[in-house]
C-alpha cells in the first residue's frame, strides 16, 4: 500500500482516513517503526492478564483500565521497521498552533488546593508517595495541527527519550516523549527502570548534587520494582541509581534485568503497574486516593504505550510527556511525585517544565 516516496506525510492522510496507526522511535536511536492497521477496528482489551495470550501489536494502555479507557491493540497488517524519517518539501510547518485556555490543572490556585489535599494523608503517614497530575488545554486557534510537524519536531529534540505517534479513532490523536522504560526484552530476558528524582540540567549538564527528597523519590520506587519481581518469581539484577536525560530535565534511574517466560508479559505488566513513579505507595490505596481526589481523568495518561511482540522484542514504555489531541483540542499532561517533604511552589515548577515539552513542539517562542 505504500509507495518508496513516502514519508511522515503519510500521517496526516492516515487521521483523515481514520486508519489506526502508530509511530515510534527508540531512544538514542534514528530509525522508525511505522505500523497500520488497515482493515477492521483495534481490539479493546479489559483485563491486564490477558495479554499473557495475546499476539503481537501496538498497545496503547491506560492509568486505569475501564470501559470508557480500555488497553487498545493495533493489529498492523503493514510494519515497515525503518521508516524514512523526513517531511516532504511540500509539508506545512505549524509555527504556532494556538493559545492557553485555563482548564483543571491550569491554575495555580487550584493546584494549590489540590496539593493540600494530596499532602495532609502524606504528612499523617496514611502514605508514603502520592503522584499529584494536571492537565492544559490549547485551541488551534483557526490553525491546523499537523502531527506529522509535531512528531518530526519531537524525534529531533528528544534524541534520549522514546518518541510515539498513535491514532485511535476511539482515542485521537496520542504524541509524547517518555524518558520512562516499563518492559522491554525478548527470549526472556527483560528489562525495566526506576525512574524517579526530578531536577533542572545545571548549563545543559547531568546534575552532580541531588536532594534527599529525590533521593528517597528513587528508593521507594526501586524498592517496589525489586519486591514486586521478586513476587513474581525472579530476582532482579541492578545497576543504579545514576542521573539520566529528560528533555531539559534529569532524572534519577535504576536498571533492573531478569528473566521470565513471555507467556507471562501480562503477570509481569500487572505488577509493574501503575508503578510509584506515576501512582504512589501503598500502590491500591494510593491508586484509588489519586483517582477521587485529583480532578480529572487521567484516561492513557500515564498508562503505558509500544510493541508487544511475545514472538520477538517488546518495548512498553509509560505514557509520560505526551498530548491527545482531538476534537480541535490539544490537552498535555504532567504530574510530580510528592512526599512529606515537598514543597508547592517546587511542584508546581516542575509540571511546568514537564509540560514545556509538548509545549515547545507547538509554540516557537519556547
Not at 127 to 138: F, G, Q
Not at 201 to 206: A, E, Q
Amino acid at each position: 500500500m505504500m509507495e518508496n516516496g513516502e514519508d511522515l506525510t503519510l500521517i496526516d492522510d492516515l487521521v483523515r482516513r481514520r486508519r489506526s496507526f502508530a509511530c515510534y522511535r527508540l531512544p538514542e536511536k534514528q530509525r522508525l517503526c511505522f505500523l497500520i492497521q488497515t482493515e477492521g477496528e483495534p481490539e479493546a482489551i479489559f483485563d491486564m492478564e490477558s495479554i499473557n495470550n495475546e499476539s503481537g501489536g501496538f498497545i496503547f494502555a491506560p492509568f486505569h483500565i475501564e470501559e470508557k479507557y480500555p488497553i487498545w491493540k493495533i493489529r498492523p497488517d503493514y510494519i515497515n521497521a525503518n521508516f524514512p524519517f523526513k517531511l516532504s518539501e511540500s509539508s506545512d510547518v505549524v509555527e504556532e498552533v494556538g493559545t492557553f485556555v485555563r482548564v483543571a490543572g491550569d491554575d495555580f490556585e487550584e493546584y494549590a488546593s489540590r496539593f493540600q489535599s494530596f499532602m495532609q494523608p502524606l504528612t499523617e503517614g496514611t502514605y508514603d508517595k502520592l503522584v499529584l497530575s494536571r492537565c492544559i488545554t490549547v485551541y488551534p486557534d483557526n490553525r491546523v495541527f499537523s502531527p506529522a510537524q509535531a512528531f518530526y519536531q519531537a524525534c529531533q529534540r528528544y534524541l534520549h527519550s522514546y518518541v510515539y505517534l498513535c491514532y485511535i479513532p476511539q482515542t485521537g490523536i496520542w504524541l509524547g516523549s517518555t524518558p520512562e522504560l516499563l518492559l522491554s526484552g525478548e527470549e526472556g530476558e527483560w528489562s525495566t527502570v526506576a525512574l524517579a528524582g526530578t531536577m533542572s540540567l545545571d548549563n545543559g549538564c547531568l546534575p552532580k548534587e541531588w536532594s534527599n527528597k529525590n533521593k528517597e523519590e528513587q528508593r521507594y520506587v526501586s524498592d517496589y520494582i525489586r519486591s514486586q519481581l521478586v513476587s513474581v518469581g525472579s530476582i532482579p539484577e541492578e545497576h543504579g541509581p545514576y542521573p539520566v536525560y529528560a528533555g531539559a530535565l534529569s532524572h534519577l534511574k535504576t536498571d533492573f534485568r531478569f528473566q521470565a517466560e513471555a507467556s507471562r508479559v501480562g503477570d509481569i505488566l500487572s505488577v509493574l503497574h501503575p508503578t510509584p513513579a506515576v501512582c504512589g505507595l501503598p500502590k491500591e490505596k494510593a491508586y484509588q486516593f489519586i483517582r477521587g481526589h485529583e480532578g480529572y481523568e487521567r484516561g492513557y495518561y500515564s498508562g503505558f504505550v509500544g510493541l508487544l511482540n511475545p514472538q520477538g522484542r517488546t518495548d512498553l514504555y509509560v505514557n509520560l510527556r505526551c498530548l491527545n489531541y482531538q476534537k480541535d483540542e490539544l490537552t498535555l499532561y504532567a504530574g510530580s511525585g510528592l512526599l512529606p517533604a515537598s514543597e508547592l511552589e517546587d511542584e508546581w515548577e516542575e509540571t511546568e517544565k514537564k509540560l514545556q515539552t509538548m509545549k515547545s513542539l507547538l509554540f516557537t517562542d519556547l
